[in-house]
Each structure stands twice: as C-alpha cells, then as structure tokens.
C-alpha cells in the first residue's frame, strides 16, 4: 500500500549545509504513523548505485537522525503520511537535471512475520 | 433487501481509517475526515489515534478539545478507537508483559481522553495481556474488545485461548469486535484485477479466484501456484486467498453477549449499492437475531487494491455502503 506514494515528486534538491549530495522527501507506505525504531530501513539507490545508510540523515518534524541512532529512537515517530526529509552525502557534487531515484522503506510490524514496508522509483528533476 | 421485521437498536459509524489514502495524501484534513463522516448521517465515530493524531501518544489539551469542538459542530458520538501492541518495538527483544499491559493502559487512556468508550484490541493482543489490562479497562469505564480478523474465526485456537479468559475472568471490559472480512462470500475482484495489473497469469488467478470462489480448500494454494509456475505475484495472490476467509455470519450467535462493535470492512461498493463480496444483508439479519446492541462501523480497504490505476474516492465509497447500511437497518426504504 502507498508504495507509489512514498517518493514525493517535488523537494528534491541540494544539500543545504554546501557538500556534495541531496535531499528527497519520503512518505511510509502504512496506514498509521510508528516510532522510528520500527523503521528498519529507508535506502536509497541514486542513478542505479546505492547510497550506504551511514551517508545518509533521516529528518521527521525537524528532527535529524543518523540510521545508526534509529534502532533506539522510541519517543518520536514517522507519523502517517508525514514527508520525512532524506538527505545523502555524494562524492561529487549531483548533476543538474533529472535522476533515477529508488527508495526502499522497511518497516517492523508486530503483527505481521515478514517485514512491512514498500518500494518506490521516480524520475525527479533536482530543484535549482 | 427486506428490512428488518424486529426492532433493534443496531446504529451506524464510520472509521476514520476509511479516508485514510485522502488523509495520507493531505487532500482531506482530518477535520475534513470527520464532516465527511457525518454527511453519511452516521452519529458514530471511530478513530486510529496513530493514525490521526500526530505526536501519539502525547494527546495535547489543545488536540482534546478541537476533537470534542468537533463532535459537538457535526453532532457526531466518538465510539471507539484502534489499539496496536508494538511488541516489536524494540529491535533486539520483545517487549515484556509489563510493559505490553502498559502500553494497552496508556491506550485505554487515549481512548477516555477522546470519549470513547470502546477500544479495538488489534488482533495479536496476547490473551494474557488482555487479562491482565481488564480491570484497568473496567475503572476507566472502557471496553477491550479483541478484533476477529480473518484469518481467524471463532473456532480457532488463538480466538478460543481469548474466549477461555473472556469467560474465566467474566470481566464485563472483556468482549469480542468482529471485522467482516471473516464473512468474504467472494473473493474481492479489486484485489484479483490488481494482481491482472501486475503482471499476473490469467490462468492462475482464475484458478485462485475459482478455488476461493468455491469455498475450496485454500490451504496449499501457494504450492499449487507454484507448481503450475507463478511467480510472487501469484504468490502474493494466493496468500490473500488464505487471509480472507468465509464463514457463516451465525457463527456469531453464541458469542453475541461478548460482541460490543463491528468493523465493517469492505472492499468495494457498487455502483448498485452492495459490497461485491461480503454479504451485508445476511450480516445485518444474524446481528439483529442476535439483538446486537452497538454499532456497524464502516472500515473502508479498498484503496490499497486500486490505487496504482484508479483515482481513490473514499468518501464515494463509505457514502454508498452507509447508504445500504441505513437501508437493510430500516432507516430508510
């Protein structure tokens, strides 16, 4: 559910602290919002190469996070269709123009044996 | 469609999840949501506070009273809320009993915050915990009622663990919420046509859609899939054959003092006004048999199952089933 949801077409753009990369906002593909422990997994694959975790922050209502902190984040959550901002280190600097954006979310869910979650792949123009 | 020859006092609600994919996409705020539900002429209300209310499990003073502004505005009657157990909260290890009876306590709360006076018990509540939260349940005036979520009915083991404690205890908090996907006649073409969309071999979803269709045994679908070459899209098809399930409506009837609330799941609404695979008519006679005294909350699904091609409308969709709903109570012709 909601996979095509999960990349938002528009707020793709640069870093804005200078260094090389980008910012894509993400939507969880579940119908309820869940604390950011349950969140196994937001990776991201960028023009076909993937971009490691440790390169990259997860921000939900202003609040930045490293993917190495989530698995201990139980007081603050992704709420339901709440745009969490995923911004990425590169080595040189993105192209302008359009990229292949691929974004796999995982989820805990503890009703369910298997993880929850989606995938989601756009074309996204980087904003100037 | 006859309407009931017995009075009852059967009343109509809608779910808030419903709208889910407008409030998802920001197109319908929740306000939106909840004068949506009372255009149906609904007075009930049920709502997944982790789904509507951001900052969950904080409720703020200021959230309380927009809600309770709300019910007052639209004339609407909370009636109950969603709980989840997170016992995978942690990635390392389970949560403990302690703190699952916390977690269910601190749900019961949310509920008295919001006025209403039932909460859902998601379906993997242990039955332990059920136990164990009933009479804190009982002091907030709150009722605990486990989901009966297809695949399970009430003659399987894990629902008969919960029935063993419902009537140990005798907790009056204690109670069952059937959702009507235990009551699939047909097998839903939403979600067949989705798999069709997906790539999926026509002759293997005919296959899947005849075997559920036929009430057959469904139990090795998976296999045979497999052994006739599908893929994971008929794989994922024929795991859904498996996770709805038929059952006869009157197997509610022995449990009808425990049942406090029904989720009416559906899946699509016709343009003729019924639900393509569940049968409404048959549902609301048994409830009214068994002088069921609560509410028959519409719990929208449908959207999972077209959104890749077709545009959502939820409001469309609980409008029409309410509108069958009020028909086959005898609220309207």
Same mark, same amino acid.
């Given at each position: 559910?909601?996979?095509?949801?999960?990349?938002?077409e528009?707020?793709?753009?640069?870093?804005?602290?200078?260094?090389?990369?980008?910012?894509?906002?993400?939507?969880?593909?579940?119908?309820?919002?869940?604390?950011?422990?349950?969140?196994?997994?937001?990776?991201?694959?960028l023009?076909?190469?993937?971009v490691?975790?440790?390169?990259?922050t997860? =921000?939900? +209502?202003?609040? =930045?996070?490293?993917?190495?902190?989530?698995?201990?984040?139980? +007081?603050?959550?992704?709420?339901?269709?709440?745009?969490?901002?995923?911004?990425?280190?590169?080595?040189?600097?993105?192209?302008?123009?359009? +990229?292949?954006?691929?974004?796999s979310?995982?989820?805990r869910?503890?009703y369910?044996?298997?993880?929850?979650?989606g995938?989601?792949?756009?074309?996204?123009?980087?904003?100037s | 469609m006859?309407?009931? #020859? !017995?009075?009852?006092?059967?009343r109509? #609600?809608?779910?808030?999840?419903?709208?889910?994919?407008?409030? *998802?996409?920001r197109?319908?705020?929740?306000?939106?949501?909840?004068?949506?539900? #009372?255009?149906?002429?609904? %007075?009930g209300?049920?709502i997944?506070?982790?789904?509507?209310? %951001?900052? *969950? %499990?904080?409720?703020?003073?200021?959230?309380?009273?927009?809600?309770?502004?709300?019910?007052?505005?639209?004339?609407?009657?909370?009636?109950?809320?969603?709980?989840?157990?997170?016992?995978?909260?942690?990635?390392?290890?389970?949560?403990?009993?302690?703190?699952?009876?916390?977690?269910?306590?601190?749900?019961?709360d949310v509920? @008295?915050?919001?006025?209403?006076?039932?909460?859902?018990?998601?379906?993997?509540?242990?039955?332990?915990?059920?136990a164990?939260?009933?009479?804190?349940?009982?002091?907030?005036?709150?009722?605990?009622?486990?989901? !009966?979520? #297809?695949?399970?009915?009430?003659?399987?083991?894990?629902?008969l663990? $919960?029935?063993? @404690?419902?009537?140990?205890?005798?907790?009056?908090?204690?109670?069952?919420?059937?959702?009507?996907?235990t009551? !699939?006649?047909?097998?839903?073409?939403? !979600?067949?046509?989705?798999?069709?969309?997906?790539?999926?071999? %026509?002759d293997?979803?005919?296959?899947?859609?005849?075997?559920?269709?036929?009430?057959?045994?469904?139990?090795?679908?998976?296999?045979?899939?497999?052994?006739?070459?599908?893929?994971?899209?008929?794989?994922?098809?024929?795991?859904?054959?498996?996770?709805y399930?038929?059952?006869?409506?009157?197997?509610?009837?022995?449990?009808?003092?425990?049942?406090?609330?029904?989720?009416?799941?559906?899946?699509e609404m016709?343009?003729?006004?019924?639900?393509?695979?569940?049968?409404?008519?048959?549902?609301?006679?048994?409830?009214?048999?068994?002088?069921?005294?609560? $509410?028959?909350?519409?719990?929208?699904?449908?959207?999972?199952?077209?959104?890749?091609?077709?545009?959502?409308?939820?409001?469309?969709q609980?409008?029409?089933?309410?509108?069958?709903?009020?028909?086959?109570?005898?609220?309207?012709?």
């Open positions: 559910m909601y996979d095509r949801y999960i990349i938002c528009d707020g793709f753009r640069v870093r804005d602290d200078g260094r090389p990369g980008g910012r894509v906002e993400v939507r969880m593909p579940y119908y309820r919002g869940l604390a950011l422990s349950m969140v196994e997994a937001v990776d991201l694959v023009d076909g190469r993937p490691p975790p440790e390169r990259t997860f =921000t939900v +209502h202003g609040n =930045t996070y490293t993917f190495a902190e989530l698995p201990a984040v139980t +007081h603050d959550r992704w709420e339901m269709g709440e745009r969490a901002e995923l911004a990425f280190q590169t080595d040189e600097p993105l192209a302008p123009g359009e +990229h292949e954006v691929t974004v979310v995982r989820l869910i503890s369910m044996p298997v993880p929850g979650g995938r989601d792949s756009k074309r996204l123009v980087l904003a | 006859t309407p009931p #020859a !017995v009075p009852h006092t059967i109509r #609600a809608v779910s808030l999840y419903s709208y889910q994919h407008e409030y *998802f996409l197109t319908m705020t929740l306000e939106d949501c909840v004068a949506a539900t #009372a255009a149906t002429g609904a %007075p209300i049920e997944v506070p982790e789904q509507s209310i %951001p900052g *969950f %499990p904080h409720l703020t003073g200021e959230f309380a009273d927009t809600w309770s502004g709300w019910m007052d505005k639209y004339g609407l009657t909370p009636v109950a809320t969603n709980a989840f157990l997170d016992t995978k909260l942690h990635p390392d290890r389970w949560l403990s009993h302690d703190e699952q009876v916390a977690s269910v306590r601190r749900d019961i509920a @008295v915050r919001l006025g209403a006076p039932i909460v859902k018990a998601t379906i993997n509540f242990p039955p332990e915990v059920m164990a939260a009933a009479p804190y349940a009982e002091e907030r005036g709150v009722r605990l009622l486990l989901e !009966v979520h #297809a695949p399970f009915h009430y003659g399987h083991p894990w629902i663990e $919960h029935l063993e @404690v419902m009537h140990r205890t005798g907790s009056p908090a204690l109670g069952l919420m059937p959702d009507t996907g009551f !699939v006649r047909r097998f839903p073409r939403v !979600v067949s046509d989705r798999a069709l969309r997906d790539g999926a071999r %026509p293997l979803v005919d296959y899947i859609v005849k075997t559920y269709d036929d009430h057959g045994d469904t139990h090795a679908l998976m296999d045979i899939v497999n052994y006739r070459g599908g893929g994971p899209v008929e794989f994922g098809l024929a795991r859904q054959a498996t996770h399930i038929w059952t006869e409506p009157k197997t509610m009837l022995p449990h009808m003092p425990l049942i406090g609330h029904i989720q009416a799941k559906f899946y016709t343009e003729d006004g019924v639900e393509y695979s569940i049968p409404y008519d048959e549902i609301v006679a048994v409830l009214v048999e068994g002088g069921f005294d609560g $509410h028959l909350s519409s719990e929208y699904e449908g959207q999972r199952h077209i959104e890749d091609a077709f545009p959502v409308d939820s409001v469309e609980v409008r029409r089933q309410q509108a069958m709903l009020a028909r086959l109570l005898g609220e309207t012709r």
